[in-house]
């Protein structure tokens, strides 16, 4: 090889080199962007200067009015069994290092059947409405799975939601010989897209996480699910009793 020749082998090997530089450079910078929009949008959900009155103040008028509705007349009540919780949810619409949870994922709230769930968790969402100006939609999980095979999981894919009483529904049902398991797919699909999800339910989630039982019935989403929920979301357990005998007193 020749010495003309050697030189345009440099040439032509550094230009292909700054050609993917610079192509390398433009993908990293609009990965950068990407991330930058996405912190973001996370701390959408957070107001630093709420502070433990005005949260504790809309707090328990939500709580109080959505009992109202259930034609429950009766304060909010905070307790040993709750007291706990409603500190880290204030932590955590601060944004604050002090959150026992992790700050950008959703809240999965288990607990006995009547014990306060879906009251402080409606409650707690209603403020995060207020702080992010995200609209939180509360649905059943056994509505829920009947308007996935309505309408399908797209429509349900990122947007804000509270699944209330996971593990209710009906985890499998049967389409024209398909087996189909619309909250598998849904919990899958939310996965992939981020979506912050708030539930409640009376199993804790390592019973949701099993799969079938020795009779071949299925109890769970198995563990594949299972892992994906604990990963969208902060487990936390509401200890207690029912409230519901208490809330029937006179207030």
Not at 129 to 138: D, F, K, P, Q, T
Not at 175 to 200: Q, S, V, W
């Amino acid at each position: 090889m020749n010495n003309l020749q050697r030189q345009e082998d440099v040439e032509m090997g550094t230009s292909d080199m700054d050609r993917i530089t610079l192509m390398v450079s433009r993908a990293v910078e609009e990965q950068q962007q990407s991330y930058k929009e996405s912190a973001a949008e996370l701390w959408r959900w957070h107001c630093p200067e709420m502070d433990s009155k005005n949260f504790w103040r809309l707090l328990s008028a939500t709580a109080q009015a959505i009992m109202a509705k259930r034609g429950v007349y009766h304060r909010y009540v905070v307790d040993d069994n709750n007291r706990e919780i409603i500190r880290q949810m204030w932590l955590y619409v601060l944004g604050s290092d002090q959150c026992q949870w992790n700050i950008h994922k959703g809240l999965y709230l288990g607990g006995k059947v009547g014990c306060g769930k879906t009251v402080l968790m409606q409650s707690f969402c209603h403020v995060l409405h207020l702080v992010s100006g995200l609209n939180i939609e509360m649905i059943p999980a056994n509505e829920l799975y009947k308007r996935i095979i309505k309408n399908g999981i797209e429509s349900l894919a990122s947007r804000p939601l509270f699944i209330d009483e996971l593990g209710r529904e009906q985890l499998e049902i049967n389409d024209f010989g398909n087996k189909i398991r619309p909250i598998n797919d849904l919990m899958a699909l939310r996965y992939e897209t981020g979506a912050r999800t708030f539930f409640t339910s009376n199993f804790n989630i390592a019973t949701l996480s099993k799969g079938y039982n020795e009779k071949g019935e299925m109890i769970g989403y198995g563990n594949y699910i299972g892992e994906r929920i604990q990963e969208m979301a902060n487990m936390a357990i509401l200890p207690g009793e029912s409230r519901r005998e208490k809330w029937e007193e006179q207030p």
